[in-house]
Structures are given as structure tokens and as C-alpha cells.
């Protein structure tokens, strides 16, 4: 396997199995002397560690982690920091009976296919629980972008089920096991996702992630566009088809002048009348705020019977037991979140290295 990597001059590599020892990541190129420690890191691991409400996997996972190295009396000393999170609560007993089937939907055949073998316990390393590892250079890149830039996600749609953006307040999404910014939407979600749960089911989700104070200017044309490595990196994340920006796939639906982000003078540079570009034009921020939104599918591991084939290439059925998330998109704000950090971080040290 040789894509575990990601990035230009801010760089993670990731490593580790859902029921392996440990899980890790490194993360290079990280400037010297800014502050980071463990407990920063942990309060961004704790938003996506399961087992926190009856909505998400039910796996008693404490996330912690531990710095190995890069880091020296609370500063960063530009070396590669390593960061480690032991697995503790596996149950791979759970995965027993379809060692030699294949999950419709899930990444068994493909893994298989490529490698000629395959870690059914969980997935291995096709696990959504290879996501706490980018969450943790999430928060090592938040250090290196500094507090001014803010970077805060929602899922603004649970199945059919979408919010109302007049309701939108992000002080509802800490309020409720969602992360939904319209509280009606959530009241309604709970009776919705409980159905979906107890039927042993699953549901997608569509997740949106905004980065403000972002400057104008960073991006690379023509192959290292901002919005294209955003993309990019939404669409890694684990059970993740589809990423917009901005409007996205809404923009085709608009005229030209529906869809211009019309400018105004302003006192300290151009005043935008919209964003439906998303804070990104010809691949380079425009001083707006960055809109990302990406969809994820509903979790593969249901518990209705599901026509398959096993390793022998005989038809079969199978039904996945043990615990698993009815929405795993739930989970997957902090990671829409670390995705943009650590995007924005690489492309801030790109800038400056051209641009000073």
C-alpha cells in the first residue's frame, strides 16, 4: 500500500489497523517553537470518538494520545511529531463469521482484489476508525494556522432530511449528538435515526465545513488549486462520494449573473454581495469563507440479510454483527474539519514559501 501520505510542505502520513495495537499518524514539516501538548490535541479526538451517544458505534475507544516526538517542553521543534492511539476495546470475535464474505458496499472486495488479502476484523485498515489518526494532525495544523483562522463543520442533511439554513446557528451543534445547527432538525433526527438504528440499518449524511479568516491568495494554479486539494481530501475521507464547493453542483442550475459573486469597494479591500463561489476563484482563496460540503453513504455493516459472494467466488448471503454506526457521517465532522486544517495549513506554508 503506498498512498498513506498527503500534502506539500505540511505533510501526514497515516498508519494502523482498526483491530491492530495502535493506530498513528506522523506529521512533517510542521514549523518550530509553536506550542502544542497532548490535551490540545485530545479535545479534538474527544468530538470524534465513538461511544459517545446511541447514534454512533457503541466501540469504548478513549482515544488518547501520545506524543513521541517533534515536540520538546510544549513547543514544536520542526522535526517529524509523531502521534500514537492504542486500540483498546477490540472485539474482533464480531467479524468471525464473515472472514470469507465480502460486504456489499464496503471495501472488502476491492482491498482483496488489489492485495490478494484481507483483514476482516473491522475492515482493517479501510476502517473508519483510521479517521481519529487525521483528526490528530488536524489539531497540529490548527496550531500552525493560527487563531485566525476558524474552522467549524455541521451535517446539514440526514438522509432525505435537510435543515433549514434560516435556523442555522453553530451554537446548536455542541448542543445536540448531530452536530446539526437547526434545532427543530434535530428533535426531528432523533425520532428518525432511533427508527433507522433499531431496524439495524443505516443512513447517510451530508456534511458541510466553512474555514473563515481565511486571506485571499492561497492556492497553487494550475494543479495545486485550493479548492481541487480540498477535494481532494474530502473525498479520502473514508465512505465519502461526492464534495462541492460552495454552490457546487447547485451552480449549474444558476444564470451568469445569479451565480457572480458581485464586489464592492471596502475599507480594508473588496466587499463580496455572496459567496457562491465558496472562498475559492481560479483555484486561490478570496479572503470569504471556504465552504466545503461532502456526502457520505450510509455505514455497509447493516444487519439485513445481503446477497454476496464469499473468497471462492460462491454466492451467499450475509448479515454484519457486532457494533457499528447507523450514520457514520455523524462522526465524520471532526474529520471534515482536520481535512481542511491540515489542507489550509499546507497551502499557508506554500504561499509563504513563494510569496513570503
Known sequence: MSANSFGTLFRVATWGESHGPAIGAVVDGCPPRLPLD?????????????????????????????????????????????????????????????????????????????????????GGRSSARETACRVAAGAVARRVLGAGV????????????????????WAACPENPFWCPDRDAALRWADYLDGVRKAGSSIGAVIEIVAEGVPAGWGAPIYGKLDSDLAAAMMGINAVKGVEIGDGFASAELSGEANADEMRAGNSGPTFLSNHAG????GISTGQPVVVRFAVKPTSSILSPRRTIDIDGAETEIVTKGRHDPCVGLRAVPVGEAMMACVLADHMLRHRAQCG
Open 38 to 122: 497532548e490535551a490540545w490535541i485530545q479535545d479534538f479526538l474527544d468530538k470524534r470518538k465513538p461511544g459517545t451517544s446511541r447514534f454512533v458505534t457503541q466501540r469504548k475507544e478513549p482515544d488518547r494520545v501520545e506524543i513521541l516526538s517533534g515536540v520538546f517542553e510544549g513547543r514544536t521543534t520542526g522535526t517529524p511529531i509523531s502521534l500514537l492511539i492504542r486500540n483498546e476495546d477490540q472485539r474482533s470475535k464480531d467479524y468471525s463469521e464473515i472472514a470469507g464474505k465480502f460486504r456489499p458496499g464496503h471495501a472488502d472486495y476491492a482491498y482483496w482484489a488489489k492485495y490478494g488479502i484481507r483483514d476482516y476484523r473491522g
Open 279 to 282: 472562498g475559492v476563484l481560479g
Open 150 to 169: 476558524s474552522i467549524r463543520g455541521a451535517v446539514v442533511q440526514l438522509g432525505p432530511h435537510k435543515i433549514d439554513r434560516a435556523n442555522w446557528d
